[in-house]
């Protein structure tokens, strides 16, 4: 009885230690969660901590330095330019009026601004931090705009019932309005043509300092020196050609040319301050500055008239100094200086397409406060009798006009820029 007893007792306890090991709450277990069928969850975190979802696919990687040692960029400048103001620079009119600016007389070219142009050019930016903070760097920079050139001419054969075209003048003797013909009916076929050119450069050299900087934004301040140069043209020419039945002179013929060119050259001081937000692959960023100094104005004025004798003609030929409104009393090298302002302002937004790499499109608008501009320059109050298809110079009389003044004026330039940065 004993030994029956104790076997039930050895198969009981085996078979509770048995079930006690293939229990759910046994540490070896190998429980619900582990179970070959169900696939590892693995956690996706961007790069600003927002959880994705394994399914979809990735955004470009972000950069991997919200701060980099070094950066570059290249943009392409989709920019307009102000234009200067033109006095009125070629007239027609009924031929009883003979050109002569009044109020049957139509303005064809001046008298106003002009559009504005757009120009293409481009901006390259090159910096880098210079300790290991990353709290202060160095940056330079330079932008153009190409020469873009705005060109307009008219004229006539002078057949009978064409108009007259002239080139009008206040008369210094006369003390009246006046014109020099361009073309006149069944007396003088002639052409004229007006250019005005623009074309704007510079560089910078700033130093960066880092003002505060998180992982989603940051503010620089900047100072530094900044060079801007501003080169503008005017130019007027004349094609005349006296028609044969004219005494005297007919069969003869002209070419006339007055151009009026500045450069203005600033050098200033500048400071400013930048600043960027990001979230995920996008950012914005906005900068401001400002500079103070010099603008150093030239102007040169030429003038020139070359006259083509007919057989039997009474003129003497050769190439003469002066045309119509550029003459001996302003023809020359004129230079100044004075105090100018230079602010610029930018707005961009960029996306990183991979991680060292982002787009940006935004808008610039730069100003420049003092500056010679050529249509300023020009003088109307003209002295007939220095004009070389009047008479020769020594019968000249009367005031000495045109003469040199300075004139100042603004310039600002605005427009898109497109471009790709560079970060390391």
Not at 75 to 91: A, E, F, I, V
Not at 98 to 109: E, N, R, Y
Request: net charge neutral.
């Amino acid at each position: 009885m004993k030994k029956t007893v104790s076997l039930s007792l050895a198969v009981l306890v085996f078979a509770v230690s048995r079930s006690l090991a293939q229990s759910p709450f046994s540490p070896s277990a190998p429980g619900p969660s582990a179970t070959a069928t169900s696939p590892p969850v693995r956690a996706q975190l961007s790069w600003d901590g927002a959880v994705t979802d394994p399914a979809l696919p990735e955004p470009p990687p972000p950069p991997s330095d919200p701060s980099p040692r070094f950066w570059g960029s290249v943009d392409y400048l989709l920019w307009w330019t102000s234009q200067g103001r033109l006095p009125p620079l070629l007239t027609a009119s009924a031929p009883a009026a003979g050109a002569i600016l009044g109020p049957d007389t139509v303005v064809l070219f001046g008298g106003s601004r002009l559009d504005s142009e757009e120009h293409s050019g481009g901006r390259f930016v090159l910096g880098g931090w210079l300790n290991p903070e990353r709290t202060f760097g160095l940056e330079v920079g330079y932008l153009f705009l190409g020469s873009r050139a705005v060109t307009f001419q008219t004229g006539s054969d002078g057949a009978p019932g064409t108009v007259a075209i002239g080139r009008p003048f206040f008369d210094a003797i006369a003390n009246a309005e006046n014109s020099q013909l361009v073309a006149f009916p069944g007396q003088l076929a002639g052409r004229a043509v007006v250019t005005v050119s623009t074309r704007l450069q510079g560089w910078e050299g700033l130093g960066v300092c880092n003002l505060w900087r998180t992982p989603t934004w940051q503010v620089d301040a900047m100072f530094g020196f900044r060079y801007l140069e501003l080169n503008e043209g005017l130019g007027i020419g004349e094609d005349l050609t006296v028609l044969p039945g004219v005494p005297l002179t007919g069969g003869s013929a002209f070419r006339v040319l007055d151009q009026f060119d500045t450069n203005n050259r600033f050098y200033g001081w500048q400071f400013g301050a930048r600043g960027e937000l990001r979230w995920g692959n996008w950012s914005l960023s906005a900068a401001a500055k400002v500079a103070l100094g010099d603008s150093h104005q030239v102007v040169t004025i030429n003038g020139s008239t070359l006259i083509i004798p007919a057989a039997g003609s009474v003129l003497v030929g050769g190439l003469q100094p002066g045309g119509l409104l550029a003459l001996s009393p302003n023809i020359g090298r004129f230079e100044r200086d004075k105090f100018a302002v230079v602010p610029e302002a930018t707005v961009s937004l960029g996306y990183w397409v991979t991680r060292f790499c982002r787009a940006t499109m935004g808008y610039t608008f730069l100003y420049y406060s003092s500056g010679a501009r050529p249509g300023d320059q020009i003088n109307r109050v003209v002295n007939p009798s220095l004009l070389p298809l009047n008479q020769p110079a020594a019968s000249a009389a009367g005031p000495a006009q045109p003469a040199f003044a300075f004139h100042d004026a603004d310039f600002w330039a605005q427009g898109l820029n497109f471009g790709l940065e560079f970060r390391y």
